[in-house]
């Protein structure tokens, strides 16, 4: 079956810890996405990568890093310096970055700072 | 810099009720306009799509949605609501401004009583 994996589902970091999620796609897309979802705020989007080796900010890049060093995978990091990671975070990717695209999601990994 | 909203953080409806979810967005130019449904804790799934082919999009689930330029909107809608239809919506619109982006609305939960 082609999709998008997220893993872990469930994370749990502690203050000050770097820790990294991971995406992995077989659908052959170009393009990827990280957005991050909040209660009552709808999905904002962290980082973005059009081709292998190449990636974008985007509305909320700081204290998240991200790599593309393959078609299939785009991990992120959440580093220490993100005030408030707690968040549900969701991958996507698409045939290529254009928002006429549809965008396929992943089953997102809920972060949880103790 | 554009901006969709959905009226309506929450809609109760009763199963075999008329289902209507709302969405505005702000550009002049008639952007690409998605809805998204998320079931919970998983990731957004495509109900449809309009690209300018036609104003009524029909989509999956026997959803609907008309593009009305003069009110700015694209509204999400179906016949009769049944259980299964509960989730999270979100409206979504293409930045005029970065053709790689979307922009998401803050979503509306719809929850279908018996």
């Known amino acids: 079956d082609g999709g998008i994996t997220q893993s872990p589902k469930y994370l749990f970091r502690k203050e000050g810890q770097n820790v990294t999620l991971s995406c992995e796609q077989n659908?052959?897309?170009?393009?990827m996405y990280w957005y991050r979802q909040d209660p009552g705020q709808g999905l904002r989007l962290i980082y973005y990568?059009?081709?292998?080796?190449?990636?974008q900010k985007g509305d909320i890049a700081e204290g998240y890093s991200v790599s593309r060093e393959k078609k299939e995978s785009f991990p992120l990091t959440v580093t220490s310096a993100q005030k408030n990671p707690t968040a549900f975070y969701l991958c996507?990717?698409?045939?290529?970055?254009?928002?006429?695209?549809?965008?396929?999601f992943g089953p997102g990994t809920r972060l949880t700072v103790l | 810099a554009q901006s969709v909203t959905q009226l309506g953080s929450h809609v109760s409806v009763s199963e075999g009720a008329l289902v209507l979810l709302r969405c505005n967005y702000s550009?002049?130019?008639?952007?690409?306009l998605f809805w998204y449904v998320q079931y919970p804790n998983q990731g957004l799934q495509l109900l449809l799509k309009?690209?300018?082919?036609?104003?009524l999009v029909k989509g999956i689930n026997d959803f609907e949605a008309e593009f009305k330029k003069s009110e700015t909107s694209f509204h999400l809608t179906k016949p009769s609501a049944h259980m299964s239809d509960a989730a999270e919506y979100f409206c979504?619109?293409?930045?005029?401004?970065?053709?790689?982006?979307?922009?998401f609305g803050t979503g509306t939960r719809l929850q279908v009583f018996p």
């Open positions: 990568s059009q081709i292998v080796n190449d990636f």
């Open positions: 979504a619109v293409s930045d005029p401004g970065n053709t790689d982006k979307l922009i």
């Open positions: 550009s002049s130019v008639p952007p690409y």
């Open positions: 309009y690209t300018s082919a036609a104003t």
């Open positions: 659908l052959n897309h170009d393009a």
């Open positions: 996507a990717s698409s045939i290529s970055v254009n928002s006429y695209n549809e965008q396929f």
